[in-house]
């Protein structure tokens, strides 16, 4: 089902057009009501009137976490706090949060960006939506759930942890779609194997997973022993939260809800936009929002784009897997490595579990890489000369795909942290070296 084919399915060329009616207003309103940005713009010498076609969205600056901050906690609202009806915030790894906020209409437009992701998922009115994203400050809890209860289904709002619970929970309520972070569907899976739970006696039929990166081989494995189709949702805080992409039954990349929230692909280091299909920093210009439009947010994700219509029938241009952040990228010994190549080749194994650490270290001016990855159950009561065979298979694919030499552990079965959120896979020891 397509939840709304007026605007997903529209004609490209209309949706431009109506693209651009919304950035124009947007802009016009931010000029009026928004200081930080009046001054922005004046900067470029740009007025309202000057967004004349799509195209001219380059002219406009970017927004910046960095900006974000600086404006902490409502200096880039373009309404009076009073005019929101409920705020969100993204934790940062240091100091202040960002915060955003969202008018009844802000929340009218993400209950449906929400309700057409559920129906990308092949959700309808009849499913049982078990939202297992945490409830709070995160958007990922609300987030789902305004949209759930807009398509009509019933809503568990369980958040995160007590898997115990959340497996009685889904069983008893014959749950129909699982919506939680890739690593906690991973974690719920090992639980019930822990307590001798047969995932049998749950009933999902499709999972929405998201808030971090995730692999095919995640994909696989979380498919197989749910017994679901795992669906990629992508979001963040400061667009609107989950509800800006998501996959549909072709699984051929994200869909993006572009008549809200649209997307362009920059270079990192230069700022210029970049043509379709080429791999670049991700975008995003809000141009319904009400209470937080944002112009051209830098989100540093890192992705491709595709404007080729897709089989599902919807027009709006899908977004490849997010495969790393600018940020999250680790330089070592020189070359660029990204958490996700790993997990890609890890997760490709049947030797090793799909929970893993990355474990940086420095010796003198040398960076140290240690993959630490659970062996199978199966393998560890094996002797030690297979268990070193198997480190030495990871170690050669991995040094093949990276072109360096990384450090593997297999470290015992349930010895890595799991988790509900979103999963922390880096442990940097570097600056105590
Ligand atoms: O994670 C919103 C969300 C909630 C999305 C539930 C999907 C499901 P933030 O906490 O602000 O918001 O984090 C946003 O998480 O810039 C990406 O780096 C990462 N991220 C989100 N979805 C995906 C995804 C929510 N599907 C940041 N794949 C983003 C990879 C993702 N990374």
């Not at 999963?423 to 570097?430: P, Q, W």
């Amino acid at each position: 089902m397509i939840w709304d084919p007026f605007y997903e399915c529209m004609d490209p060329e209309e949706r431009r057009e109506l693209q651009l009616r919304r950035l124009r207003e947007t802009v016009a309103r931010l000029n009026v009501n928004v200081p930080w940005y009046r001054d922005r713009f004046a900067e470029r010498g740009i007025e309202p009137g000057d967004i004349k076609s799509m195209d001219d969205l380059a002219k406009l600056p970017f927004t910046t976490k960095e900006d974000l901050r600086d404006t902490y906690p409502f200096g880039l609202f373009a309404v009076p706090p009073e005019e929101c009806v409920r705020i969100h915030a993204s934790s940062g790894t240091t100091g202040k949060p960002v915060i955003v906020g969202y008018t009844p209409e802000d929340i009218g437009i993400w209950a449906e960006t929400i309700a057409r992701t559920i129906a990308c998922g092949g959700g309808t009115s009849h499913d049982v939506l078990h939202n297992a994203y945490g409830y709070g400050l995160f958007t990922g809890g609300l987030g789902l759930h305004y949209g759930g209860e807009l398509m009509g289904c019933l809503v568990v709002p369980a958040s995160g942890g007590n898997t115990e619970r959340q497996l009685m929970l889904m069983e008893d309520l014959g749950s129909s779609i699982l919506c939680c972070t890739p690593s906690y569907a991973l974690t719920i899976v090992d639980q019930a194997e822990e307590l001798g739970f047969d995932l049998s006696r749950i009933n999902l039929k499709s999972g929405l997973f998201g808030a971090e990166p995730w692999s095919e081989g995640a994909r696989e494995s979380i498919e197989e022993r749910l017994g679901l189709s795992a669906h990629d949702i992508y979001g963040l805080t400061e667009i609107i939260g989950p509800g800006v992409a998501a996959e549909c039954e072709a699984k051929a990349g994200l869909h993006i809800f572009d008549d809200h929230f649209v997307p362009e692909i920059i270079d990192p280091d230069t700022g210029e936009q970049l043509p379709p299909g080429e791999q670049g920093e991700l975008v995003f210009t809000c141009i319904t929002k009400r209470a937080f439009p944002i112009i051209r947010f830098r989100t540093r994700d890192i992705t491709r784009l595709h404007y080729e219509p897709c089989e599902c029938g919807r027009t709006q241009p899908r977004m490849e897997r997010i495969t790393g952040r600018t940020d999250d990228m680790l330089i070592i010994r020189g070359v660029n490595v990204f958490p996700s190549q790993i997990e890609e080749i890890l997760l490709k194994m049947d030797e090793v579990e799909p929970h893993y650490q990355l474990v940086l270290t420095r010796e003198g001016r040398l960076d140290n890489l240690e993959v630490q990855v659970e062996v199978s159950p199966g393998m560890f009561s094996d002797e030690v000369r297979k268990l070193e065979a198997i480190e030495e298979k990871i170690r050669e694919r991995l040094v093949s795909t990276l072109g360096i030499r990384v450090d593997v552990k297999l470290v015992e079965p349930k010895t890595i942290e799991r988790f509900a959120g979103k999963a922390k896979r880096v442990i940097d020891n570097r600056e105590e070296a």
